[in-house]
């Protein structure tokens, strides 16, 4: 094998996002333990776990109205009846899926936030996720809300931790990134880690181009030592590869890995057809990965210091369409729950008559929870995230 060094790499290298560099570093299960032993996070240090549903998750038989008229008249056959439905009130309940869910709100750990959505909703998966994650409904930027608190705060390379190979909008900043720990990678051979510890040194010779290419072995490097060896990679329980994720968050804050906000997700909500059997299912699949995790939790000293939340790109519309199904639409619920979360309901309930174009009226803004999650979890500044004029909910005590 030719053997070149350093500076012959560098000068050579003309694609800085061939390993990821451009995009954050990508790290492996068994690359998670030193880090932590070195550098832990402090104890009473808020840690802040999203969790994304992609496709668009059907809020009115999520959160149900189920004493409302208007709701059984909109969808005759996709409704669910009173005593199908998980009472939380007189008038709203969970859907049959989520008893997880209910026991938190039992406790008084799970607040769940009304019509959730902006200004102007648009009706593309892609455009209102984009929306969402960036928190900028008025114009396309780059950067996602926490890729700017990120840019803002410093460039330690684990402070964010998306839950996959692939970085979420969301975590990608101007000048810094969150790190995707992929439980399905391979760890690097001695001789690569060794190769990679060579490459990240720097040089006073190197030119702008080849310090950023050190700068992202560096970050590497750092992310190396962090994640390294916790334990064993959790396997999917029941086949639920959320609950993977979160087994794998569970086990990172265990160890005190230096991670304040977490991101994993779950797909497959864009239910236009059969939506109560598939609805019900992945509701199923949350339920079960958001009680395990919450309970694991509570169960540890860091448990007081863990929020999580639980949100999609945009709700349905309120009539059933012509395959027992929903389109797409506007605003939805947003789950927020932890030992931290003063429960209840946040938010006017939005009416199911009085609508936008058969759309529901957002009545609260989402990047007023943002600002509370960042401002009372993270203890940082929303501002550089989410802008000044936000208030906070009261959701978190």
């Known amino acids: 094998m030719t053997r070149f060094n350093r500076r012959q790499f560098l000068v050579g290298s003309s694609v800085l996002g061939a390993l990821g ?62 005593q199908e439905v998980l009472h939380l009130d007189g008038q709203l309940g969970l859907n049959p899926a989520m008893k997880g869910f209910a026991d938190l709100w039992g406790g008084h750990n799970l607040a769940i936030v009304r019509g959730v959505g902006y200004p102007h909703p648009d009706h593309s998966h892609f455009r209102s996720m984009d929306i969402w994650q960036t928190a900028a409904p008025d114009r396309p930027v780059n950067a996602g809300w926490i890729g700017r608190w990120l840019d803002a705060t410093g460039d330690d390379p684990v402070r964010a931790v998306n839950i996959g190979p692939v970085l979420p909008q969301l975590a990608i900043g101007e000048k810094h990134t969150a790190a995707a720990l992929d439980p399905a990678s391979a760890p690097l051979s001695p001789e690569l880690s060794a190769a990679s510890a060579a490459l990240a040194a720097t040089d006073p010779r190197d030119s702008p181009a080849q310090t950023l290419v050190c700068a992202g072995y560096h970050a590497e490097q750092a992310v190396t030592q962090t994640f390294s060896s916790i334990g064993a990679k959790p396997a999917a329980p029941g086949g639920n590869p959320l609950a993977a994720q979160l087994a794998l ?33 992945l509701l199923g699949r949350l339920d079960e990965a958001v009680s395990a995790f919450l309970t694991d939790m509570a169960g540890h000293p860091r448990g007081r210091d863990v929020v999580l939340m639980a949100y999609s790109e945009f709700g349905r519309r309120v009539a059933a369409n012509a395959s027992q199904g929903t389109d797409h639409g506007t605003a939805g619920p947003v789950f927020v729950a932890g030992a931290r979360v003063k429960g209840g309901f946040y938010g006017d309930e939005p009416s199911l008559t009085d609508l936008d174009n058969g759309d529901l ?11 509370e999650l960042l401002h009372r979890v993270v203890a940082t500044d929303p501002g550089p995230a989410v802008g000044t004029s936000r208030h906070d909910l009261g959701l978190i005590v």
């Open 361 to 371: 009226k957002t009545t609260v803004d989402f990047r007023d929870i943002y600002s």
């Open 21 to 82: 560099l451009a995009a954050g570093s990508v790290i492996t299960w068994e690359e998670v333990h030193r880090h932590a032993a070195a550098a832990p996070l402090a104890p009473g240090t808020g840690i802040l776990v999203l969790v994304t549903m992609y496709g668009g998750n059907d809020g009115i038989n999520t959160v149900i109205p189920y004493a409302d008229n208007a709701y059984h008249d909109a969808r005759p056959e996709l409704s669910y009846q009173p």
């Open 249 to 281: 968050v569970g086990q990172c804050i265990k160890a005190d890995v230096p991670t304040q906000v977490y991101s994993v997700s779950l797909g497959g909500f864009d239910t236009h057809a059969d939506e109560r059997r598939t609805q019900q299912q």
